[in-house]
């Protein structure tokens, strides 16, 4: 939070990071303390990255691989009839006694059959239905459904168009680098290669570096902000909440919470720890104006109207994009520093 010794001093300040001042380590979210005492560095400028290299070739298919995943450039079969294990991209709508009711339409959504993401005959009534086809399936909620009491038992009916299955067969880049908006497949290429040498530049970042302990304040925000996210993805999937999730794996919170420290945050801290110490060795600024531009990234990958910074910080948590931001900002550095060849 700013600092102003008088009103003219506060709106001094706001007028200029209005202009797209620097945030101070006091206005970050994370890793207020004192890093240099916790992170020891190793080397991060001048790094060597050879294209000839396996790792080079790993990093590059993961990119490539990711992008495909993240976009869903999976060739489609538009013809054949529907079997379980397939993922099918459906549009439906549910009625009760005639009417739509709330929650039951959906357009583009991704379904793998045999998953019981749907309720009992739903699934089942797809397989063996040809591909491009509408189907009406008769069905019944179950007795019990909290996700809606009032549908609880009740006979509804979905139509089900079948669009097409999505397969495991990746698109080559030719087929999808303009649904990424590039111009062309050399503008995409060269933009893998960029990723590619700051995701290999990370991972030497990281090596060299030393942790000596994780602080515990910023322990408690990821840890905060991953239960968060569990809690509304287990209500919005299945209806739940966290304590009765923690009864079905038959686990207490505080042994949950030590093995999402050990197989994730403390990971993801150990990185971000090395990103922020190296921000504050370079003073390289870091401003809302980088903050937000990660959440527009996201907004922009996702679309839709819906998808509003509020909602991605609501579930996410505000470190998130704060440490996208430093990722960005460091890497970029280190990476124009490095020698690729």
Known sequence: MKKGLTLILSAILLIGCLAGCGKTKADRILYQADLSKTVKLGDYKGLSVDRSSD???????????????????????????????????????????????????????ELVIGSHSFIDGFEDGLIGKEIGSTVDLNLTFPEEYPNNEELAGAAVVFTVTINYVVTDEALPPEDYYGELDFSTLEDYTKDVEERTAKDVL????????????????????????????????????????????????????????????????????EKQMVLYRILEKEKLPLTEEDVQAEIDKMI?????????????????????????????????FVYHSAKIS
Not at 88 to 106: L, R, S
């Open 55 to 109: 790792k080079w070739k790993e990093a590059y298919e993961a990119v490539i691989a990711s992008d495909v995943e993240n976009n869903n450039f999976y060739a489609r079969k538009t013809e054949g009839v529907v079997a379980d294990g397939d993922t099918v991209n459906i549009d439906y709508e549910g009625k009760k006694d005639g009417v739509a009711f709330a929650g039951g339409t959906d357009q583009g959504h």
């Open 202 to 269: 990370l991972d030497l970042v990281k090596a060299g570096a030393e942790i000596k302990e994780y602080p515990q304040e910023d322990e408690e925000t990821l840890y905060t902000a991953y239960k968060n996210m569990m809690e509304q993805s287990l209500q919005n999937s299945y209806g739940i909440d966290f304590d009765t999730y923690l009864g079905y794996i038959e686990k207490d919170e505080e042994t949950f919470k030590a093995e999402m420290l050990e197989s994730d945050i403390h990971p993801e801290m």
């Open 300 to 332: 922009a990958m996702y679309g839709g109207a819906n998808v509003t910074t509020d909602v991605l910080k609501s579930y996410f948590g505000d470190f998130y994009f704060e440490a996208e931001a430093v990722q960005t900002k460091v890497l970029d």
